[in-house]
């Protein structure tokens, strides 16, 4: 049974900090990854998808990678702002599993 | 932009009460999900669904049924509410394997 791990699970820096949240999962039997950001009450936003043949993907200040031999993915998030404020859940897929979340939390 | 939209952002009911969740898509796509999110539980694959009139359980079924009359509306009908079903409620839709979430619905059982 697929286990979806997320470290750390909840995370405050400064502003204009580069951080990394990880998501490890025991079955790599995986055809993508996707990673998704949901603010207090609301829905999931999705963020990037990662195709398990690719190693990473980027959008703006985002950049996901998967390495699917160890089970691992990172999100990076370059020079933080306020407004990235969330919880951010991966979701490798495969059998629909989402990870708990990493609550980040950016100070001005 | 895609858009998944769920009829009410938030639900107050009766214990025993049949309660209808509605979701609906508008750009064409096969697959439809629901799930519950609750603290320290994260979100839990209550339904989906990959075709019209076809449905499939996901990891906690019991005490819900689904709907899928049409291709672009999902039902979630919880048959006689109780208190351990108050949750949020989130629907999906996929399309390329990419995953379009709702807005969500706090459900509220008294």
């Known amino acids: 049974k697929q286990e979806v791990t997320q470290i750390p699970a909840a995370l405050s820096v400064p502003e204009g900090e580069n951080l990394v949240l990880n998501c490890s999962f025991t079955?790599?039997?995986?055809?993508?990854l996707q990673w998704f950001r949901q603010d207090p009450g609301k829905g999931l936003t999705s963020l990037l998808l990662?195709?398990?043949?690719?190693r990473e993907q980027t959008s703006g200040r985002l950049n996901a990678s998967l390495d699917k031999s160890s089970g691992r993915s990172t999100l990076y998030i370059a020079a933080s702002q306020p407004g990235d404020s969330a919880t951010y859940l991966c979701?490798?897929?495969?059998?629909?599993?989402f990870g708990q979340g990493t609550e980040l939390s950016v100070k001005p | 932009d895609v858009k998944v939209t769920q009829s009410s952002r938030y639900l107050v009911k009766r214990t025993g009460e049949k309660v209808f969740l509605e979701c609906v898509q508008d750009m064409d796509h096969e697959n439809m999900f629901w799930y519950r999110q609750d603290p320290g539980l994260g979100l839990r694959l209550i339904y989906f669904s990959y075709d019209v009139k076809m449905k499939e359980k996901g990891d906690i079924p019991e005490g819900y049924s689904v709907s899928r009359e049409k291709k672009e509306r999902f039902s979630l009908i919880l048959e006689s509410a109780s208190t351990n079903q108050t949750s949020m409620y989130l629907c999906a839709s996929s399309r390329q394997e990419k995953l379009f979430f709702g807005s969500g619905t706090q459900l509220s059982v008294l």
């Open positions: 979701a490798p897929r495969g059998k629909l599993i």
């Open positions: 079955d790599s039997a995986i055809y993508n």
């Open positions: 990662i195709q398990s043949s690719q």
